[in-house]
């Protein structure tokens, strides 16, 4: 069971495992295609975010710029891993799963690394809101656990009553997170200020960040009726554009315009004496 | 050594290996019943604390609520992963363990989840005493590196030297934590009014939190002394129990019925102008 | 594909894997002194540091003494994960790497540590200039992208494009860390009264962290214009002695003899009424 040839052979396999999975992404024009529009939009994001926000200042609005600047990096480093099959990998779906004793390709790097990328945008959005440090927290956290416990029903190919199990807790972490950004948030919102701004991004979030728990069920690892990993891919790729840099380009525009707004509240993170 | 064939064998069978694990923790009634325990009371806690906390309001109260709500979530999320085969797995132990050669039943994600929930524990503690942040900080760093050199413990298999030399790197962090505990939070504690709550709940850190390494200690991962797989994992679960739900239970009644001596003290994280 | 007993042997195999890397390293002794010479140091590191904190009082002051504390733990940890062959592993290079098709000994859990060490290093370096909360969150989150990019470079084997692009990303998360060193760090460190010290500590900083990826550029991992593992394992520890223990230190060393000037800054995260 442990006889040397075979521990060698299991070890070399694992790390040039992915090259087999970069071989099937190349293969599938329109899963390689939903990948690389995300390196290229992120990356153009980047360059324009800097360019955006040269001239921002003030404790809070610069934590707000930098808040924003790391979504499209973390984006750029997250489609890298999957595009580079570091993040990538052939899973056997359990029995009871629509494509039950077949190997489905899962995305799983996006579950991980939008545990990075996710609590920049709540974190945006609750400076913007000028919410307290307490509420800020416990919705980066549920959101951190929101995005953990997905990873693991994703990752889980035991038994489909664990992938479910997994997917309802991340919906309660989900539910938790929607409930602050619709009341609490939206209330301190007004007191900051800046409720206009703050409506068209909630909106955004709350309706584009419904959209991934649905692709999620109807997609190739939830109950297969989009049986495509390309279109369950692009489905993934088109809600990180709109969440993702739309999102922060709206953001950015809208600080870069009300620089004043933003600092005059500064009651939470950002504030700092001396800096604005 | 990488034959394309062994490749996807060796893949495949890593994300397989969860139904033999699965397999083997369904087989031990005493094993299995230690950790559906756990689910059940973590899913009653989540229920019973949102109910508790219905009314908690003002900044740094809600904070303590966000942070103690958590630790069942985590909890909840912790034991699915065992319970899947995700976060498990059978480790040979290295020459000299008394189960040398043996493959012994590793509930590696116990030490991995703890990295998340044992940080709101102590949020929740240091929000009651109104430490300083840097305390805080400096305590919590402390926390999740005694977690993860903990994990590293339990996951090293090549020599008994390098198991030992993480554990008791892990219970350097943890003496960091204790001396905290029992002094800087205890004198804050008794400024910030909460001293007799935070009194109980320290002991009852203390002495449970005593537990975990003795139980490595003795258990089936350090010198066997307790041979079952089953025993082991009921300790854990028995002390997960009362220092994760019953200290949170406890910690939340108490904020609810003394919202105003919270609010009063509020010098740290959870203080936000407007907001209580 | 999934013949149970092939999937026992690749669980097994990649349990035990450990003691064939372990072994590499016992039988290279450029190799294992570069490692070992890091434990030594550390422990020395974390004794002295308890010794020469024993008298520091105020938040602030405290905060820096415990960051900077973390640094060697962080760091026996780290090496130890490398000596117990849990974080090191045998990666084929891809093609158009000078080591194409060699399996090459990567120290991957080097960069994951980073991740948990250099977060340390800024916090401490920020609190020391009394920056404002947004820089130091934006440059300690742009520290972290740099580490996971840099560790998904190492690990990436499918082709040498992705690993340049990592390396390149990782550089460009790098370059948003220097920046800030070099230009809102330094005016608030005059701010605050500590320009001396920040000065001294900022070359420090600058000058070893641009070697880290010139070493891995060089290195076995990179170019190979090095091909020594040993030799490349050197460069790096050295770095981290000088970049780690010797820059906390001197860092330490200079908050005891000057608490008064790091007490009457206190506008960041150190600061609590009644603390100091």
New interface residues.
């Given amino acids: 069971?442990?006889?040397?040839g075979?521990?060698?052979?299991?070890?070399?396999?694992?790390?040039?495992?992915?090259?087999?999975?970069?071989s099937a992404i190349r293969d599938d024009a329109l899963l390689n295609s939903s990948l690389w529009v995300n390196v290229a939009l992120a990356g153009v994001a980047?360059l324009l975010f800097v360019y955006m926000g040269r001239n921002v200042r003030g404790?809070?609005a610069?934590?707000i710029w930098?808040?924003t600047?790391?979504i499209p990096?973390?984006s750029?480093?997250s489609y890298?891993?999957l595009?580079?099959?570091?993040t990538v990998?052939?899973?056997?779906m359990?029995a009871g799963h629509p494509l039950a004793g077949e190997?489905v390709l899962s995305q799983w790097g996006r579950y991980l690394t939008w545990a990075?990328s996710t609590p920049?945008i709540l974190l945006a959005l609750g400076l913007l809101a000028d919410?307290?440090?307490?509420?800020l927290?416990?919705v980066i956290?549920?959101d951190i656990?929101m995005c953990?416990?997905g990873l693991?029903a994703a990752?889980?190919?035991?038994?489909l009553l664990?992938r479910w199990?997994?997917y309802l807790?991340s919906c309660?972490?989900f539910v938790?997170v929607l409930y602050a950004l619709l009341t609490e948030w939206t209330a301190a919102a007004e007191?900051a200020g800046t409720a206009e701004i703050f409506q068209t991004l909630r909106v955004l979030t709350v309706v584009l960040w419904l959209g991934y728990p649905i692709i999620w069920a109807v997609g190739v690892e939830g109950l297969a009726l989009v049986e495509s990993v390309g279109l369950t891919s692009w489905a993934y790729s088109l809600l990180d554009i709109f969440a993702k840099y739309v999102f922060a380009f709206l953001l950015l525009q809208w600080v870069a315009d009300n620089e004043r707004t933003v600092a005059s509240a500064g009651?939470?993170?950002?504030?700092?004496?001396?800096?604005d």
Same sequence: chains 1, 2, 3.
Avoid: C, H, N, Y
């Fill in positions: 069971m442990s006889g040397s075979v521990e060698f052979a299991a070890q070399a396999s694992l790390l040039t495992a992915q090259s087999d999975v970069v980047v404790g809070r610069r934590l930098g808040a600047l790391m990096l973390v750029i480093s890298l891993g595009l580079s099959g570091l990998g052939f899973l056997q359990p190997e990075l920049m919410v307290d440090r307490g509420s927290f416990t956290a549920a656990g953990v416990t693991a990752m889980t190919t035991s038994s664990f199990a997994f807790v309660a972490f938790v007191d009651s939470t993170l950002g504030a700092a004496p001396g800096d």
